[in-house]
């Protein structure tokens, strides 16, 4: 009987670890053409940028680049982009706005800092800082609106990752430096993935902190171009899900992605206004 026992875990361990390569297998598949996707949107398909035209990009980790989601979608920046060119009239939007996803899978807040002297240890494909790469570098460089959705993954990947101030602390240098860069700039709510009691409290704090010091800033009259973003851990709760394979990490499916979608574009409208007045006003005064 033993003997027999003993057989059939073996068989067990050997189909789990067949079926670990499979999902190993399919989930590399599906981020080779999600990134295809993203590369012929942005870099074939990305027109000329005209005098009417307005960038938003969406920067962080998985969630900026649209990792879960149909390849069909194209993630939460095609999400977004067609939104905005159905209902953007509607809420008295007109110039031209486009919107680019530099988001880098698995990243944490420590890779996204301001100064930061070498690629994270996580993220292919980068050549001296995310930040460099993104702000100097970067083809978006001169986006005038800025979603960061970083933070959901410094509990899985961070070297400290009960250390909540260090987070809170990457995401104000992050957003400060881009507001010098004259950028509108949102910080989404942190996701509340895990269910671990500990974890959601960190997070919770993470994210009170942010709200506190955002809405401390305005308050003093100041980094008014700095708003809180859309709460993607209303929709972490809901439809977020954990990614079993090599690549362990947080992120949302589909119908995480069409929730976060319409909170985007509620969260991005004042932003979006501010940079149209401050296209339309010098052309106003002129006529007066």
């Given at each position: 009987?033993?003997?027999?026992?003993?057989?059939?875990e073996?068989?067990?361990?050997?189909?789990?670890?067949?079926?670990?390569?499979?999902?190993n297998v399919?989930?590399?598949?599906?981020?080779?053409?999600?990134?295809?996707?993203?590369?012929?949107?942005?870099?074939?398909?990305w027109?000329?940028?005209?005098?009417?035209d307005?960038?938003?990009?969406l920067?962080g980790?998985?969630?900026a680049?649209?990792?879960?989601?149909?390849?069909?979608?194209?993630?939460?920046?095609?999400r977004?982009?067609?939104m905005?060119?159905?209902?953007?009239?509607a809420?008295?939007?007109?110039?031209?706005?486009?919107?680019?996803?530099?988001g880098?899978?698995?990243?944490?807040?420590?890779?996204?800092?301001?100064?930061?002297?070498?690629?994270p240890?996580?993220?292919?494909?980068?050549r001296?800082?995310?930040?460099?790469?993104?702000?100097?570098?970067?083809?978006?460089?001169?986006?005038h609106v800025?979603?960061?959705?970083?933070?959901?993954?410094?509990?899985?990947?961070?070297?400290?990752?009960?250390?909540?101030?260090?987070t809170?602390?990457?995401l104000?240098?992050?957003?400060?430096?881009?507001?010098?860069?004259?950028?509108?700039?949102?910080?989404?709510?942190?996701?509340?993935?895990?269910?671990?009691?500990?974890v959601?409290s960190?997070?919770?704090?993470?994210?009170?902190?942010?709200r506190?010091?955002?809405?401390?800033?305005h308050?003093?009259k100041e980094?008014?171009?700095?708003?809180?973003g859309?709460?993607?851990?209303?929709?972490?709760?809901?439809?977020?899900?954990?990614v079993?394979?090599?690549?362990?990490?947080?992120?949302?499916?589909?119908?995480?992605?069409?929730?976060?979608?319409?909170?985007?574009f509620d969260?991005?409208?004042?932003?979006?206004?501010r940079?149209?007045?401050a296209?339309?006003?010098p052309?106003?005064?002129?006529t007066?």
């Amino acid at each position: 009987m033993e003997d027999e026992r003993l057989g059939e875990e073996e068989e067990l361990s050997i189909f789990d670890s067949l079926y670990r390569v499979y999902e190993n297998v399919i989930f590399y598949v599906y981020l080779f053409f999600h990134r295809l996707g993203i590369f012929i949107n942005q870099s074939l398909f990305w027109r000329k940028s005209g005098s009417l035209d307005r960038t938003i990009l969406l920067v962080g980790d998985g969630i900026a680049d649209g990792i879960g989601d149909g390849l069909a979608n194209g993630g939460l920046a095609a999400r977004l982009a067609a939104m905005l060119a159905k209902e953007k009239d509607a809420n008295g939007l007109r110039l031209i706005w486009r919107v680019a996803s530099a988001g880098a899978f698995r990243a944490i807040s420590d890779d996204w800092v301001p100064g930061a002297d070498h690629p994270p240890d996580r993220v292919n494909g980068v050549r001296k800082s995310l930040f460099v790469d993104t702000f100097v570098d970067g083809m978006f460089k001169d986006a005038h609106v800025v979603l960061i959705f970083l933070g959901g993954q410094d509990e899985l990947f961070s070297s400290q990752p009960t250390d909540v101030q260090r987070t809170v602390n990457n995401l104000k240098l992050l957003a400060l430096e881009l507001e010098k860069l004259d950028k509108e700039v949102l910080i989404s709510q942190i996701p509340a993935f895990s269910d671990d009691e500990a974890v959601k409290s960190r997070v919770y704090q993470r994210n009170r902190m942010l709200r506190e010091y955002i809405s401390g800033s305005h308050e003093k009259k100041e980094h008014k171009s700095i708003e809180c973003g859309p709460d993607v851990s209303t929709v972490s709760t809901q439809a977020g899900y954990f990614v079993e394979s090599a690549l362990d990490t947080w992120t949302l499916s589909s119908h995480g992605y069409r929730m976060l979608t319409r909170l985007t574009f509620d969260a991005l409208l004042n932003p979006c206004r501010r940079v149209e007045w401050a296209h339309w006003r010098p052309k106003l005064q002129r006529t007066m």
